[in-house]
């Protein structure tokens, strides 16, 4: 198999296009074209399906694509390493990390990760829906609980739960009576919260007044008294520590996992390599109170 013709398909499954992939790296659109026509031939296979405005990859495009992309990527990394005589992790890296963790950490670790590594590109996105780390074109995601996933491989480095806090402003409810919520979703949601506390396991009836969109809306909602609120105790500990909400206990369910998502590969990229070890190295146990003082930090 002609490894540059390999290369130049990849180039244009990357790009999405014989067009944007020239464009992208300085090469005529023809010569593309071509080398890509000759793999075609050299297989006997179609591998991208060309409409008059659109070009999608086959079933074995796709296959070609996922097995060959990653494996050239690291003959590329070590080609540059051996080149420059040495390991320095260099390049493009692109993130794709969920809505709180952008908002809240994020853009500390983007800009600490930046400094120590001057000679990558880094690029984060904020998405919460599930990406295609292939398709897409990302080196790492992160996720929170993240569904089993057969091609992906990756580490849980921060770990938190959720808790029920409120304003000092806001009473707790008596018998029969129902607090008022800020909730995330629908407002009719209407029912009991349970939670551990010292004294054993209770049931929170709440009356949602309020629905927000994110957890940090949610946060300052319930901050401003609107009412009780579920929230990661890491983003509400300086408030709890400053007396400026107050625990009314701990939601009774699974913890919270942060997990750094990559393509299974045997060969991890130095660029992924270094991120994952800036991650154990700002959040060395993955506790709740690390990622809680890396925020009071900011």
Same mark, same amino acid.
């Given at each position: 198999m002609d490894l540059l013709a390999l290369a130049d398909f990849n180039l244009v499954a990357r790009?999405?296009?014989?067009?944007?992939?020239?464009?992208?790296a300085g090469r005529p659109k023809a010569t593309l074209s071509r080398r890509v026509a000759e793999l075609e031939a050299s297989l006997d296979v179609r591998l991208f399906e060309r409409g008059a405005r659109m070009l999608k990859l086959t079933e074995e495009g796709r296959t070609l694509h996922q097995r060959t992309g990653a494996l050239l990527t690291e003959i590329n990394e070590t080609a540059a390493a051996i080149a420059s005589g040495g390991h320095t992790p260099r390049g493009r890296l692109r993130i794709s990390a969920p809505l709180l963790f952008s908002q809240i950490a994020m853009g500390k670790i983007a800009a600490g990760f930046a400094a120590r590594f001057p000679e990558i590109?880094?690029?984060?996105?904020?998405?919460?829906?599930?990406?295609?780390?292939?398709?897409?074109?990302?080196? *790492? =995601?992160?996720?929170?609980?993240? #569904?089993?996933?057969?091609?992906?491989? &990756?580490?849980?480095?921060?770990?938190?739960?959720?808790v029920v806090v409120a304003s000092p402003s806001v009473a707790r409810p008596t018998e029969g009576m129902a607090a008022p919520a800020v909730v995330r979703g629908s407002l009719d949601q209407a029912g009991d919260w349970k939670v551990k506390t010292p004294d054993g396991e209770l049931r929170i009836a709440v009356e949602p007044v309020l629905s927000v969109?994110?957890?940090?809306?949610?946060?300052?909602?319930?901050?401003?008294?609107?009412?009780?609120?579920?929230?990661?105790?890491? *983003? =509400?500990?300086?408030?709890?520590? #400053?007396?400026?909400?107050?625990?009314? &206990?701990?939601?009774?369910?699974?913890?919270?996992?942060?997990?750094?998502?990559y393509p299974s590969r045997r060969l991890l990229s130095a660029r992924v390599s270094a991120f994952l070890d800036y991650l154990k190295s700002a959040f060395p146990t993955g506790e709740p109170d690390e990622l809680a003082a890396f925020l009071a930090d900011k």
């Amino acid at each position: 198999m002609d490894l540059l013709a390999l290369a130049d398909f990849n180039l244009v499954a990357r790009h999405g296009g014989f067009g944007r992939a020239a464009r992208a790296a300085g090469r005529p659109k023809a010569t593309l074209s071509r080398r890509v026509a000759e793999l075609e031939a050299s297989l006997d296979v179609r591998l991208f399906e060309r409409g008059a405005r659109m070009l999608k990859l086959t079933e074995e495009g796709r296959t070609l694509h996922q097995r060959t992309g990653a494996l050239l990527t690291e003959i590329n990394e070590t080609a540059a390493a051996i080149a420059s005589g040495g390991h320095t992790p260099r390049g493009r890296l692109r993130i794709s990390a969920p809505l709180l963790f952008s908002q809240i950490a994020m853009g500390k670790i983007a800009a600490g990760f930046a400094a120590r590594f001057p000679e990558i590109r880094l690029e984060v996105t904020t998405e919460d829906r599930p990406v295609d780390m292939i398709e897409e074109g990302y080196d *790492l =995601v992160i996720r929170v609980n993240p #569904a089993p996933d057969q091609s992906l491989v &990756g580490r849980a480095f921060l770990r938190d739960r959720l808790v029920v806090v409120a304003s000092p402003s806001v009473a707790r409810p008596t018998e029969g009576m129902a607090a008022p919520a800020v909730v995330r979703g629908s407002l009719d949601q209407a029912g009991d919260w349970k939670v551990k506390t010292p004294d054993g396991e209770l049931r929170i009836a709440v009356e949602p007044v309020l629905s927000v969109s994110s957890m940090v809306m949610n946060r300052d909602a319930v901050r401003a008294g609107a009412g009780v609120g579920r929230l990661p105790v890491s *983003l =509400v500990s300086h408030d709890l520590a #400053a007396g400026t909400l107050v625990h009314w &206990g701990d939601i009774d369910g699974p913890e919270i996992a942060l997990w750094a998502l990559y393509p299974s590969r045997r060969l991890l990229s130095a660029r992924v390599s270094a991120f994952l070890d800036y991650l154990k190295s700002a959040f060395p146990t993955g506790e709740p109170d690390e990622l809680a003082a890396f925020l009071a930090d900011k």
